[in-house]
């Protein structure tokens, strides 16, 4: 292949496309370059428009750092643009889409998308999140705190942890009541913690009134939990963050709900028999499950205590998010005005064997919701390829463990996190080499417009998974290259509370990757050391264009070495990462950025050298990186 097709790149983002979120009826330019050769006798930019197939020459619209830019305008006639494009040289076209480069025409399945009339969340891009469980992140009101025995619920009482630091009790012992007496007031103190660590968006896992500590089960979507601080607090947390220009977004279950429920009531462990649907056959909430005449009830998951909400019901679409006052309205509006809602299994929403109006009730929660604010982020939970959510009109952006945790932490040794819960599956080789994990991030990213990619959540550790840095297998060089990487990945970046300090943990349960935080403090040694990397991190990502907006393609991935690029015209940053238990030197060709021209710099180095290389009195635009084991960094052009 010749060497100027490896530098061939276009995406539908703000760096290649004048306008990424127009409007029906507007003119816009795609602009695709490459490296300056003399192959190139013409470049087509080819779409259908309205079904018919039309190819527009495209021109050239300048040079610059060894690049020559060609740009095409076409105008929005329809909801959705879909492209690809040709590259005719002499003796052979050439085939671009969003993938790759081919010499036979390819499907359309991968084809560069622009939304049109997109209500775009464009915040997004540029943020760096933070996810909390409020229970287990800082208690500023010990009176709030759930007393033991307070209550019981599903035949087990809470217990209150006094020693802060004391590990959580496995779930046989406390059922996910183990309290420590995190508030939503604890948060409110540390928010200059978290802006010193580069946090511009808080993710809250559910504060609704709920009897566990991970608030799953809600008892009450109305009301936050008093043990949080309740309504109030939840209020003053939302002004405090956007005065000082931080979002929030709030996690919520409208799949299910608890059977304890003020809505389901099954056995009167917080409300009076006459109250909710379970023994009420002709209550208003009846209708909003599957409840036979002989009281067996439709579950999520085959779980007893999560009866499974039932879409068929208008009266409950109504109460969640069609009625002014409907549980997803409230807390959009003043005085909470949320940024976002993070909807727990939302693959698996709306539809069971009874029924199924998934994409129809998507379709209406994401109207309702973005009348009253076009920017709100729908960010739904889904572990594997959610694409077809992607039209503009559903979900905004998904939990990327798809693109994201899943290859990245298998690229470290790990079992594919999916794979890990299948005993056959789980017996097999752990670990993915590098070209694998080439291929499993951009076959993540070619099946989505750029607008969604570069607001995709992108994810090493959450709440549902044991802390990467927990695992005793995996080197401290390749949790800081994971941590490296992750950011280097379109969209944006989440860190679970408490990783940037290496927060203790155990990875044989669920309940091991949620201890409480750690406010130890001076950090020292490791713990120290990640914080910086993090916050380094993530002051690149505030300040950077190519972070935040930039092109992705991957530079090299060979065995245990992996390294992307972001960029625009006038920026490149390489993150470089190595798993590998031996010094590897690796060349790149970055003429397509500028080099030897622009000057090279590390920005972070974990065992990085550059060097280049040419003959005398010849050019070289060969980079040459060397990593020492285990070794990762961000290098900029």
């Known amino acids: 292949m010749n060497h100027w097709l490896t530098t061939v790149y276009s995406d539908s983002g703000a760096v290649f496309v004048s306008n990424p979120a127009p409007q029906k009826g507007d003119c816009i330019t795609v602009r695709l370059r490459m490296l300056r050769n003399t192959d190139i006798r013409q470049v087509y930019l080819r779409l259908k428009e309205?079904?018919?197939?039309?190819?527009?020459?495209?021109?050239?619209?300048?040079?610059?750092?060894?690049?020559?830019?060609?740009?095409?305008?076409?105008?929005?006639?329809?909801?959705?643009?879909?492209?690809?494009?040709?590259?005719?040289?002499?003796?052979?076209?050439?085939?671009?889409?969003?993938?790759?480069?081919?010499?036979y025409i390819p499907d359309e399945s991968r084809d560069f998308i622009i939304l049109i009339d997109y209500k775009q969340p464009r915040w997004v891009k540029e943020s760096v999140c933070y996810q909390i469980m409020a229970d287990r992140f800082c208690n500023a009101k010990p009176e709030l705190t759930v007393q033991s025995d307070e209550y019981s619920y599903q035949g087990h009482k809470p217990i209150k942890i006094t020693a802060w630091n004391a590990e959580p009790l496995p779930y046989n012992k406390s059922h996910c009541m183990d309290f420590y007496g995190g508030d939503l007031y604890g948060i409110i103190e540390k928010l200059d913690y978290l802006q010193e660590l580069g946090v511009t968006v808080l993710y809250l896992n559910p504060i609704f009134t709920a009897p566990t500590m991970h608030k799953y089960d809600c008892l009450d979507y109305f009301h936050i939990d008093p043990h949080l601080g309740g309504d109030e607090a939840f209020a003053l947390l939302c002004q405090k963050l956007h005065e000082r220009g931080m979002k929030i977004i709030l996690d919520i279950s409208i799949n299910h709900t608890s059977s304890a429920s003020k809505w389901f009531n099954k056995s009167n462990e917080f409300y009076p028999p006459a109250v909710g649907a379970y023994q009420n056959k002709e209550s208003v909430e009846r209708s909003y499950y599957f409840i036979d005449d002989d009281g067996a009830y439709e579950k999520w998951a085959g779980v007893e205590t999560m009866p499974k909400l039932n879409y068929t019901s208008q009266a409950l679409r109504d109460r969640i998010y069609r009625d002014a006052d409907s549980v997803l309205k409230k807390w959009v509006q003043p005085p909470y005005a949320i940024d976002g809602w993070r909807f727990d299994v939302a693959d698996c929403m709306a539809r069971n064997e009874r029924a199924d109006c998934y994409h129809e009730v998507w379709m209406e929660i994401n109207r309702e919701l973005k009348a009253l604010n076009p920017e709100l982020l729908i960010l739904a939970e889904d572990w594997g390829d959610c694409s077809e959510l992607f039209n503009g009109t559903e979900w905004d952006s998904t939990m990327n463990y798809f693109g994201s945790a899943r290859p990245l932490r298998e690229f470290v040794g790990e079992q594919d996190l999916l794979n890990a819960r299948e005993p056959l599956l789980a017996a097999m080789p752990a670990g993915c080499t590098a070209e694998q994990l080439m291929e499993r991030i951009t076959e993540c990213y070619a099946v989505m417009p750029s607008a969604v990619m570069h607001q995709m959540f992108n994810l090493l550790d959450s709440h549902d998974v044991p802390r990467l840095h927990n695992n005793s297998c995996v080197h401290y060089g390749d949790y800081r290259g994971a941590v490296t990487v992750l950011y280097g990945l379109p969209g944006m970046v989440n860190i679970y509370y408490g990783d940037e300090v290496l927060l203790a943990g155990r990875i044989e349960d669920m309940e091991g990757c949620r201890f409480p935080m750690d406010w130890n403090r001076p950090l020292a040694d490791r713990k120290k050391e990640t914080f910086e990397l993090y916050q380094r991190l993530s002051s690149l990502k505030k300040n950077s264009k190519a972070l935040q907006q930039g092109g992705f393609k991957v530079l090299y991935a060979r065995g245990s070495v992996f390294v992307c690029a972001r960029f625009t015209e006038d920026e490149a940053m390489l993150f470089c990462w190595s798993v590998s238990a031996v010094q590897e030197t690796l060349r790149i060709e970055a003429a397509e950025f500028g080099f030897p021209e622009k000057p090279v710099s590390i920005l972070i180095n974990s065992g990085i050298q550059i060097s280049s290389s040419g003959c005398a009195g010849q050019i070289d635009t060969v980079l040459y990186l060397t990593l020492a084991p285990h070794g990762s960094g961000v290098v900029r052009i």
Do not use: H, W
């Open 50 to 103: 309205f079904g018919v197939q039309k190819l527009i020459p495209m021109t050239v619209d300048k040079e610059k750092n060894n690049l020559v830019y060609y740009k095409a305008a076409l105008v929005c006639n329809e909801s959705r643009i879909q492209y690809q494009f040709y590259l005719v040289t002499d003796s052979k076209i050439y085939y671009y889409t969003q993938y790759r480069i081919t010499d």
